[in-house]
C-alpha cells in the first residue's frame, strides 16, 4: 500500500514557474515509482512525467519535455515535478500516482493503483 499527498499547486501568469510535491508513505513507497498526470477541465487525464526508483530514469510527454523535470529525494520519500516556462494550457489537475518496478509503460495511467487526491495548477494568460 502506499498513500501519496501532492502539494504545491497554484496560480501562476504564463511563463512562470511552480514545483509540486508528491509525498509518498506506506510500506512500499519506497520501493514505487512515480508518474505524474494531469487533467484539464472537459479532458482526459493525460501523462505528464515518471520517474523510476532510483530516480536515473525519467519520461516525460512530448508536451512539457524541456519545460518540467521529475526528481526526487528517496531519504523523505518525496518526489518533486518542476514546472518552468508555463503555458496557459498546462492548466490542470495534477496528481502523482505509484506503481512497482519495473520503469516500463509508465505512460499507462490504468497500471497505476494508487493515486493522490490531486494539486490544481492554474496558469493566466
Known amino acids: 500500500q502506499v498513500q501519496l499527498v501532492e502539494s504545491g499547486g497554484g496560480l501562476v501568469q504564463a511563463g512562470g514557474s511552480l514545483r509540486l510535491s508528491c509525498a509518498a508513505s506506506g510500506r512500499t513507497a519506497s520501493t514505487a515509482f512515480i508518474g505524474w498526470f494531469r487533467q484539464a477541465p472537459g479532458k482526459e487525464r493525460e501523462f505528464v512525467a515518471a520517474?523510476?526508483?532510483?530516480?536515473?530514469?525519467?519520461g516525460y510527454a512530448d508536451s512539457v519535455k524541456g519545460r518540467f523535470t521529475t526528481s526526487r529525494d528517496n531519504a523523505k520519500n518525496t518526489v518533486y515535478l518542476q514546472m518552468n516556462s508555463l503555458k496557459p494550457e498546462d492548466t490542470a489537475l495534477y496528481y502523482c500516482?505509484?506503481?512497482?518496478?519495473?520503469?516500463?509503460?509508465?505512460?499507462?495511467?490504468?497500471?497505476?493503483?494508487?493515486w493522490g487526491q490531486g494539486t490544481q495548477v492554474t496558469v493566466s494568460s
Open positions: 520517474i523510476s526508483t532510483s530516480g536515473r530514469n525519467t
Open positions: 500516482a505509484a506503481r512497482n518496478p519495473p520503469f516500463t509503460a509508465y505512460e499507462n495511467q490504468i497500471r497505476y493503483p494508487y
